[in-house]
């Protein structure tokens, strides 16, 4: 899910012109840094962690992917649960819908026991939770911060980007990072943030994704990381921002217990998930985790990102330009997934020269159909043709077509949307993380990632691609050098299509008009 678009900032500009200059932040509250505990070897998740880990490689990480939704949630409930010292939690985005509330109420749990949490989200979608963010804030071992905080607070985020557009670069700028790490010894990261469509319970769409949880030394990589943001100047805590609850102490957890009431009990789960796993909680019950054992690093932005005036400069050493590196080192194929595809004109380059050097390039990414952003959509597809003329094989997942594959979970009526960042080099080295291959993610968010070097777990992610025959359309040219979309039956039959899956004129015609005026490093 994007920022919501900059067509948001163009629609209330007019009304909020008069109205924005008035509003300002409170002046910057001085925090004490904390940093992730590191006397955290008798713990339970520790000990766990350690076990089936190489003696004789140290070095070496663990990690299993976790492509499906249900599973990921019981991997995040799993480790909140078990956790005993600490939990740092950082997300783009967390809903009180009902899956936002149980994660918000087994941290909360969590901190009743005496465990340290630290939640960090960003501030764009924090619309609407005030009460429920403070209310978790006043409870003790528990602490919220907001990044890069909006100069409103209050209203719907309509009205906060109206009453803000004279500090453009608090709305545009965003932490997109996703990432949980328990007793500073288990982590998770990837591209979901915590809602319903996030964790196949939405009724409308569904988000087809991918996290990876982690243990080993890439572990404090990670934990280091969430401890620049928290304690970055970027960061504001959310009692600076809001009214303080009221009632004692009593009061408010009563209060609280009122606004988690709407969270689910528990998500249904497969005893055994697509790649043959049982559930994280029942290993971390039985003492030991499926790991595969690899050599990794960690990709992070710093916070500052966002404060550095020049485009070039925010580029430098960013997520971005560290994975673009290593699929330039690519000697014989390059998959890149992303749902918001936007590679640019210095980006054709790179994936042009790839293909000349004899290096096979795929893409998938979101059919029309199937994206929840039709202006990005819209500057993804001023790159098709010429993608495909240079010998760029895309794919672009179809939003009922996915429904074909239920390797990924159970769509029921809903539709699927991708939404996993994913780049693998060569059958060995795989990138799992928060990053789009788009300049906003490039340039104006700050993101986070793992590249792991390990052709077993590569392996492991290619049985998960959706095929053509299942849930992606196939694009090429015709004899005209039109562009049409294939669609593949499982039969082997092919049925091709001429009219774009999902356009319409009207949507055509407003994004053509707000891309001539949007930048398209904005989208």
């Known amino acids: 899910m994007k920022i919501g678009s900059a067509w948001i900032r163009l629609c209330v500009f007019a009304a909020a012109g008069a109205l924005a200059g008035c509003a300002s932040l409170p002046p910057p509250v001085a925090q004490t840094p904390t940093h992730a505990p590191t006397d955290v070897a008798n713990t339970r998740l520790a000990r766990v962690a350690r076990a089936g880990a190489p003696a004789a490689s140290p070095a070496l990480s663990g990690f299993r992917l976790l492509p499906e939704g249900t599973t990921a949630f019981d991997a995040r409930l799993a480790m909140v649960r078990n956790a005993e010292r600490s939990i740092d939690a950082q997300y783009y985005i967390l809903s009180n819908d009902s899956t936002g509330l149980l994660f918000l109420r087994e941290l909360n749990a969590a901190a009743q026991r005496g465990v340290r949490v630290r939640l960090l989200i960003d501030d764009l979608y924090t619309a609407g939770k005030d009460e429920l963010l403070a209310l978790l804030a006043a409870q003790p071992n528990f602490e919220v911060r907001v990044f890069n905080p909006l100069p409103v607070h209050f209203g719907p985020l309509a009205l906060r980007i109206a009453l803000s557009l004279h500090d453009l670069r608090r709305i545009d700028r965003r932490m997109h990072n996703k990432l949980l790490v328990a007793d500073n010894s288990l982590a998770m990261t990837g591209g979901r943030n915590v809602a319903d469509e996030y964790f ?29 943001y928290w ?44 790649l043959g796993n049982t559930p994280v909680g029942q290993q971390i019950a039985a003492g030991r985790l499926a790991q595969t054992w690899a050599d990794a690093r960690m990709l992070a932005d710093i916070p ?220």
């Not at 991918?210 to 280091?224: C, K, Q, Y």
């Not at 949307?417 to 994913?422: G, M």
């Open 304 to 523: 500052e990102k966002i404060t550095y005036d020049n485009p070039d400069a925010r580029f430098e050493d960013s997520v971005t330009q560290r994975t673009v590196a290593i699929m330039l080192g690519a000697q014989s194929e390059v998959t890149m997934i992303s749902p918001y595809f936007i590679p640019g004109d210095n980006g054709m380059k790179v994936l042009e020269d790839s293909v000349r050097r004899g290096v096979r390039v795929d893409v998938l990414t979101n059919a029309l159909d199937a994206t929840d952003e039709s202006l990005v959509y819209a500057g993804y597809a001023r790159y098709r043709l010429a993608m495909l003329k240079a010998g760029i094989h895309i794919y672009e997942l179809g939003g009922t077509l996915a429904r074909r594959d239920r390797q990924l979970g159970d769509f029921h009526s809903s539709s699927g949307r991708l939404h996993a960042k994913i780049a693998v080099v060569d059958h060995r080295r795989l990138f799992v993380g928060s990053m789009n291959l788009d300049g906003r993610s490039a340039r104006l968010n700050t993101e986070i990632g793992l590249v792991i070097d390990s052709p077993d777990l590569t392996a492991q992610f290619y049985t998960l691609m959706p095929a053509p025959e299942l849930g992606a359309y196939e694009l090429r040219l015709d004899a005209a050098g039109a562009l049409e979309w294939v669609e593949h039956d499982v039969d082997g039959s092919d049925k091709v299509i001429r009219d774009e899956p999902g356009a319409s004129l009207f949507q055509r015609v407003t994004d053509w008009l707000l891309l001539k005026v949007v930048p398209e490093g904005a989208l």
């Open 231 to 274: 304690n970055s100047p970027q960061v504001w805590p959310i009692g600076s921002l809001v009214p303080r609850p009221v009632g004692d102490a009593a009061q408010r957890a009563e209060r609280l217990a009122m606004l988690l009431h709407g969270a689910l009990s528990s998500l249904a789960e497969p005893s055994v998930d697509v």
């Open 200 to 228: 196949m319970h939405s009724d409308t769409a569904n988000f087809i994704d991918m996290d990876v949880l982690a243990s080993g030394p890439v572990v404090r990589e990670l934990s280091d990381s969430f401890d620049d």
